[in-house]
């Protein structure tokens, strides 16, 4: 078998024991993208390091996003080119550096009459674009002529169709790119656990010093197990959308500082989109942006549209896709595409997230040099995209952050908390390349290219050893889809004929198992929702093959077979919850 890092129910169970023994220097609260990604950057750094995350990695807007990796072409409009330029120069080294997780997308932007940008200005907006990237991009943008766009999109509406644009960004796995920076840190020394609560702080004088946690797994009385403590020097909240809820078990006067937004997204067939790159989609009564996104790399190929932006309740557990919201994209669609004829029949799922936006009252309130002395609590305004503040007890807090940006994010975050704790830490240049390496690369020195080295040395070992390893596995997991190899090839000698794999989904078993011992997937919803686009991308979401995997997941978690029915009532409890419209 290959030598790749466990990240497992059993190395989550080493990680609760260093929780009750050890004191740290930074725990973690939340397993998004920021959170995972401060913890590796603090663990690189030499700090002693705990995460923990409610739900599974990634549970909330780190997995329910637009999936792009992108410098911010709208912020031009706002002479934000600082942040544009930061943006971009992530941007480059995620494609150098994890190209299966981060692949270079054109966008195509179309320009009508009426419009309220008009050619020339575009035009100048992308020369900019292209410039700030210092040109380091998958390729320049290009004027297209309406003849050419109809030519590479015919289905898209012509009347009105003056021309348009061409230029390039990214697309990502969101999820996996969390999960594989949880790793990373765990891999360098972290204690990282999933499903385990935040409950309530730890006050030694004026100070925090740790949190009281539940773990959510349930113990042998069928009950979640016992609180207890984690001892902490400086505790860090990464709670995304959930952060005022968090910020109430600092204080009892906590002020809100979110305004929660939702972003809906409508998932097709590419069949039934067969777009050839992204499309810029604008509104003509509000003028706001939606996109039209291809992801072959996603089982047999879908597309993903969105977003919305809306209002939703303060508790980011009740976000919900309305009627409304299904109505504003298919009525964008069928405004760019009006030959295809898209009903909502055509859905094949959808999903909502909620952004962690700052209140304009609360960045009023707490500007960079105001105080309030119930809360003890002073903002600093980091960025437009996210901000970094001292919370009741010493505390850390953000609010905010992208995914182009988190590694740069991370590591002011970090260097926050070291000030604010008068603490030193010297960075490391192993955290510029944002996950582990994979199977041939486990624990060797960082370079810009060592990841796609691991990937291209996998293809290599694949076409030696003679063996037909389908694209769908190399495309998710580079050069770990041996180890799946390995793990389908372990199993077939003792595994009955099973069912055939969905389209799109080769070695499905093998993933799962993979996923259990080296993604930390607890239960089937991870792996449905988080691991693979099951739930994403089929209109069945994976259901009729519940049942054969729910016992692959009972024998690798070494459960009894009793296990597998409540299992399987929460996975489609789930699934249900996820494809409602109100």
């Not at 595409?337 to 909502?352: G, H, Q, R």
């Not at 090839?489 to 080296?518: H, M, W, Y």
């Amino acid at each position: 078998m290959a030598d790749v890092p466990e990240f497992s129910f059993r190395t989550r169970l080493e990680s609760l024991k260093r929780f009750r023994e050890d004191t740290f220097d930074l725990l973690i609260v939340g397993g998004g993208i920021i959170g995972a990604s401060v913890a590796r950057d603090a663990t690189s750094r030499g700090l002693k390091v705990a995460l923990v995350e409610r739900n599974d990695f990634a549970y909330g807007t780190s997995s329910r996003s637009s999936k792009l990796i992108h410098g911010g072409l709208r912020y031009l409009q706002n002479l934000e080119f600082g942040l544009v330029f930061e943006a971009l120069a992530e941007r480059a080294l995620l494609l150098k550096t994890v190209p299966h997780r981060v692949r270079p997308l054109p966008f195509y932007l179309p320009v009508y009459e009426g419009d309220p940008h008009g050619r020339a200005l575009l035009s100048l907006g992308l020369w900019l674009y292209d410039l700030l990237a210092l040109f380091r991009t998958p390729g320049f943008h290009r004027r297209l002529s309406r003849e050419k766009l109809l030519q590479e999109m015919p289905f898209l509406k012509p009347e009105g169709l003056k021309g348009g644009f061409q230029y390039f960004d990214a697309s990502m796995w969101d999820d996996v790119l969390a999960v594989e920076n949880a790793k990373a840190a765990q891999t360098g020394g972290a204690a990282v656990a999933s499903y385990v609560e935040a409950i309530e702080p730890l006050w030694e004088k004026e100070r925090i010093s740790g949190f009281r946690v539940c773990d959510r797994e349930l113990g042998a009385n069928g009950k979640p197990s016992e609180s207890f403590e984690i001892k902490a020097h400086c505790t860090v909240v990464c709670a995304g959308p959930w952060t005022d809820q968090v910020g109430l078990t600092l204080s009892a006067s906590w002020p809100r500082w979110l305004n929660l937004s939702k972003g809906v997204h409508l998932v097709f067939d590419l069949k039934r989109i067969p777009i050839p790159g992204a499309m810029v989609m604008s509104h003509p009564t509000d003028g706001r942006i939606a996109f039209v996104i291809p992801r072959p790399d996603y089982a047999a190929g879908v597309v993903i549209v969105g977003t919305t932006d809306g209002a939703t309740d303060p508790d980011p557990d009740k976000a919900q896709i309305s009627k409304l919201d299904v109505d504003y994209l298919m009525g964008l669609l069928n405004r760019y595409f009006p030959n295809l004829k898209l009903t909502s029949e055509d859905i094949l799922s959808a999903y909502v997230g909620v952004r962690p936006l700052m209140s304009g009252q609360t960045l009023n309130e707490l500007g960079p040099k105001k105080a309030t002395s119930k809360t003890n609590t002073v903002l600093q305004k980091v960025s437009r995209e996210h901000h970094i503040a001292n919370g009741p007890g010493g505390t850390v807090v953000i609010a905010g952050g992208k995914y182009t940006t988190a590694r740069k994010v991370a590591e002011e975050i970090v260097d926050f908390a070291l000030s604010s704790w008068r603490k030193s830490a010297a960075k490391n240049e192993a955290a510029k390349v944002p996950v582990s390496l994979g199977r041939s690369n486990t624990r060797a020195a960082v370079s810009a290219s060592a990841t796609q080295g691991a990937v291209e040395r996998a293809r290599a070992e694949i076409e030696q050893r003679g063996l037909h390893l389908p694209e769908e596995l190399v495309s998710r997991y580079g050069a770990d889809a041996l180890t799946v190899l390995d793990i389908q090839s372990e199993v077939k000698k003792t595994a009955v004929p099973a069912q055939e794999d969905p389209q799109g989904f080769p070695l499905l078993r093998a993933q799962l198992r993979f996923a259990i011992r080296n993604e930390m997937v607890m239960h089937l919803e991870d792996f449905y929702i988080r691991r693979v686009p099951l739930f994403l991308s089929r209109k069945d979401h994976g259901l009729p093959w519940a049942e054969a995997l729910a016992q692959v997941w009972a024998e690798e978690r070494c459960l009894p077979l009793s296990a597998v029915q409540s299992e399987l009532d929460v996975l489609r409890a789930e699934i249900n919850k996820r494809s409602q419209v109100v």
